[in-house]
């Protein structure tokens, strides 16, 4: 007797014993071979695959090093994103949190700023309803 793991067609796993390959093939051929989940009879071998495989797709994802592309090419399109908030608002540097506070109350004229909040300042601000958003900066180096 040799046991084979099946897969059906739904991709349910089990075992099932057959006295040889031959013996497999037919039942299968005749549908005898049905999942026990589901009652399908579209079973073929499932590919077991051995865990060496798994480290090995790692090794060849670092030797694409495909996860520092991916980061060289999210920071360089930050970079951009940032170069054009600079372009296009005032640094107010600390300050964030009080412009931003008077500007949404009207207290200050309405200008676009940019700068650092606290995380004490920013659950303030959210509280208040004051807009902003937050993006990443990459430091150039
Ligand atoms: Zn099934």
Not at 50 to 59: E, G
Not at 120 to 129: A, D, T
Request: glycine content about 6%.
């Amino acid at each position: 007797m040799i046991k084979y793991d099946l897969k059906c067609d739904l991709s349910h796993t089990f075992e099932g014993w057959f006295s040889n390959s031959n013996d497999y093939e037919n039942q299968v051929f005749n549908g005898l071979v049905t999942c026990p989940i589901c009652g399908n009879d579209k079973v073929e071998r499932a590919i077991v695959a051995p865990s060496i495989k798994k480290s090995s797709l790692k090794i060849s994802l670092n030797k694409n090093n495909t996860p520092n592309f991916i980061e060289s090419e999210l920071k360089t399109k930050l970079r951009t994103l940032n170069k054009e908030i600079e372009k296009q608002t005032t640094d107010v540097g600390e300050h964030f949190a009080d412009e931003a506070r008077m500007i949404y109350k009207g207290e200050k004229k309405g200008k676009a700023i940019r700068g650092t909040a606290t995380k004490k300042e920013e659950k303030k601000l959210k509280e208040e309803g004051v807009p902003y958003i937050k993006v990443p900066w990459i430091k150039d180096n």
